[in-house]
């Protein structure tokens, strides 16, 4: 079993930054795919952007490329997902997920752990 905790959600003007943490335990963290979802209200849950085991590959969604970036720390086990001009859109419930394929898929079946979510809400 992997626990997941996220962190760091807030509310924040257009334009704004946010840096949302993801805290894993119960599993060699090195060996876990990392990603990150959003749920906005009445939305399906969506891809935000992965990260493989090493760190060396990263994924994003075109809705966030250039804005967003996704890191992870293995002595920390921990994964960051940072978060440039932000808009009102980026609005959601903001999920970090784990699994131990080595490459990361966009589905939320790719996944295997979720953690609970942290709120991002962005003001116009």
């Known amino acids: 079993q992997v626990q997941l905790v996220e962190s760091g959600g807030g509310l924040v003007q257009a334009g704004g930054s946010l840096r949302l943490s993801c805290a894993a335990s119960g599993r060699t963290f090195s060996r876990l795919t990392m990603g990150w979802f959003r749920q906005a209200p009445g939305k399906e849950r969506e891809y935000v952007a992965a990260i493989n085991w090493i760190g060396g590959n990263t994924y994003y969604a075109d809705s966030v490329k250039g804005r967003f970036t996704i890191s992870r720390d293995n002595a920390k086990n921990s994964v960051y997902l940072q978060m440039n001009n932000l808009k009102p859109e980026d609005t959601a419930l903001y999920y970090c997920?784990?699994?131990?394929?080595?490459?990361?898929?966009?589905?939320?079946?790719?996944?295997?752990?979720w953690g609970q979510g942290t709120q991002v809400t962005v003001s116009s």
């Open positions: 997920a784990a699994t131990s394929q080595y490459h990361p898929g966009r589905r939320i079946s790719d996944y295997d752990y």
